[in-house]
């Protein structure tokens, strides 16, 4: 106990806020609603050659199949049973996905959802995505198996059954969220169930999780759940090896459940930077990227070691959750790649890429009326194959946002900066900001309505270097800018307010 409060007050990594990267890689991509098979070949062909350190897959677990509205993207939220057969294809191929994933160094976060299973009126019968029989008004989950014993109903106090209120923490614990059938995790049984169910994946070769609705859950009940977990697979980690855990628990301040009551679990979920962030780039409410001077715990977010951050998520994205309209999405694509360039260039937290599919948005009145809508599919709802046109984006309305130049060059960036300290800050009081990594890497920002033209201190090696914001390194060639560092590391820059993308990055490795 003593070296675990040491360890948080020194904000040294624990055990589950590690999420065990490899080759010196920095970044999750959540390759949202994506099948498990085009998973695997993108590992392959894609984020292991880009330096991506590992994906968020969609739960894997059997769930509801809706109609009404037609196949939405949240019923994968509605478990009906911890079997492995979902909307992204089959357990065969969820394990072959984990095994190609890891042989290639890119680990798999898998996002559990264990606060509930489907919705109290999510009805009788065997539409569920493996094909189990349930009966939601019983609360009868008989592949799992669940009866009305392990739920919560009989500790909810409120008239309705649901979370009526968010400043009274039993509520939010006890009651459902949504109509979702809340589990008893006090239960040493559902615990258990849980715990399997995580298990078989952890044994799979999976490196950790993202836990679903968190706030939702007793601390006490994550940590009972968390103390059954195994270690890592040794085939790809080092033994003793703890899976990773970050937690959702949307914390925007104003409530009584704040994100430090789980940080001690594991990593946490940093909504404030995803709708902050938003504001700054967006230039709300008087904010400036001046401002940013001071972003991580300055801004009163949680200890780096315990955050993971992210521009936006696949609830804010389309308005579900919370954070509001700040939040910025592949829709804006121009500062959507600022602000992710922002994030990557900045040492805070672990960070998330976000990465979309386009549906039909149709917003009346501030609210997004397709909010629901699925995954690319076919007539018979099952999800399409994402498909790679030849210039290396993506098709069929799969958005791709981790293929984009600018980002993955970004991804890269943040792998070549890892672990250096912000160096070298300069703004003009304004929208205009530059900071460097150490020695490694420097990054320009011009989000004013004006020119940037300025000399500033690099903090970099002298030499000729190539932007990899508007192209790239490739050979000893640049398809991009180029920028000109003199010896004492100063170096003339010149963006436009005008630009497609008004940044400039480089680092070490674009050095040509
Ligand atoms: C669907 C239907 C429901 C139906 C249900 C069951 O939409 O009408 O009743 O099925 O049949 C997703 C979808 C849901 C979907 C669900 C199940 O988003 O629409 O329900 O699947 O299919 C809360 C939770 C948070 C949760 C978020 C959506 O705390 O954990 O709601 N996110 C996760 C997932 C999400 C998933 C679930 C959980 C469920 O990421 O995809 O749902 O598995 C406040 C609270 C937040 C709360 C929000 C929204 O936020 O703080 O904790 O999030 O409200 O209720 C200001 C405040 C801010 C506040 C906000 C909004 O900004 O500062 O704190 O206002 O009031």
């Not at 390194?473 to 630009?499: L, P, W, Y």
Request: hydrophobic residues 35%; aromatic residues 12%; contains cysteine.
């Amino acid at each position: 106990m003593g070296i675990f409060i040491l360890a948080l007050v020194l904000g040294v990594s624990l055990a589950q806020h590690d999420p065990h990267m490899k080759h010196g890689r920095t970044s999750i991509v959540h390759l949202f609603e994506w099948r498990w098979a085009d998973i695997a070949d993108e590992c392959e062909r894609y984020l292991a050659p880009n330096g991506f350190a590992g994906v968020q897959i969609s739960p894997p677990s059997e769930s509801i199949v809706l109609q009404n509205p037609w196949r939405p993207w949240y019923e994968r939220y509605q478990p009906i049973s911890y079997n492995l057969c979902s909307r992204s294809g089959t357990e065969k191929e969820l394990r072959d996905m984990v095994t190609r994933c890891n042989n290639v160094g890119v680990n798999i976060y898998v996002d559990a959802v264990i606060n509930h299973m489907c919705g109290a009126g999510g009805g009788e019968g065997k539409h569920s995505s493996c094909g189990s029989y349930f009966n939601s008004h019983k609360k009868d989950f008989p592949a799992v198996p669940y009866s009305s014993w392990d739920f919560n109903d009989g500790k909810c106090k409120t008239n309705s059954g649901e979370i009526e209120n968010y400043h009274d923490i039993f509520q939010v614990r006890d009651c459902r969220l949504v109509s979702l059938l809340d589990l008893n995790l006090q239960k040493d049984y559902v615990r258990d169930k849980v715990a399997e169910y995580m298990n078989t994946l952890i044994d799979m070769g999976v490196a950790g999780f993202r836990v679903d609705a968190c706030k939702h859950m007793w601390p006490g009940d994550l940590q009972a759940v968390s103390s059954r977990l195994h270690n890592l697979n040794t085939s790809w980690f080092p033994s003793n090896s703890k899976p990773f855990i970050y937690q959702e628990v949307i914390d925007l301040g104003g409530e009584p459940i704040t994100a430090s009551d789980y940080t001690g679990i594991g990593r946490v979920t940093e909504f404030k930077y995803s709708s902050k962030l938003g504001t700054v780039i967006r230039k709300w409410n008087g904010e400036k990227m001046a401002y940013l001077r001071t972003w991580g715990e300055g801004w009163g977010f949680m200890t780096s070691g315990n955050a993971l951050v992210f521009v936006d998520n696949h609830d804010n994205q389309r308005g579900h959750g919370a954070g509001g309209s700040s939040v910025i999405t592949f829709w804006d694509p121009r500062i959507y790649k600022m602000a992710t360039g922002f994030m990557l260039a900045h040492p805070y937290g672990v960070t998330r890429v976000m990465s979309s599919f386009r549906w039909n948005r149709h917003i009346v009145d501030g609210k997004d009326q397709n909010d629901w809508m699925g995954p690319p599919s076919y007539p018979d709802g099952s999800t399409k194959p994402v498909l790679i046109n030849p210039d290396t984006t993506c098709g069929d309305n799969w958005v791709c946002e981790h293929r984009w130049r600018q980002i993955r060059n970004m991804v890269i960036f943040r792998n070549v900066v890892n672990n250096q300290p912000i160096s070298h800050w300069w703004d003009n009081g304004s929208n205009q900001v530059a900071f460097g990594r150490g020695n490694r890497g420097f990054i320009v920002f011009n989000n004013d309505d004006r020119h940037l033209d300025m000399t500033l201190n690099t903090g970099l090696p002298g030499g000729t270097y190539c932007d990899i914001i508007s192209g790239q390194k490739e050979g000893s060639r640049c398809s991009g800018k180029q920028v000109t560092v003199d010896s004492d590391g100063r170096a003339h820059f010149n963006i436009s307010n005008m630009d497609e993308d008004p940044f400039i990055a480089i680092h070490v490795d674009s050095k040509l």
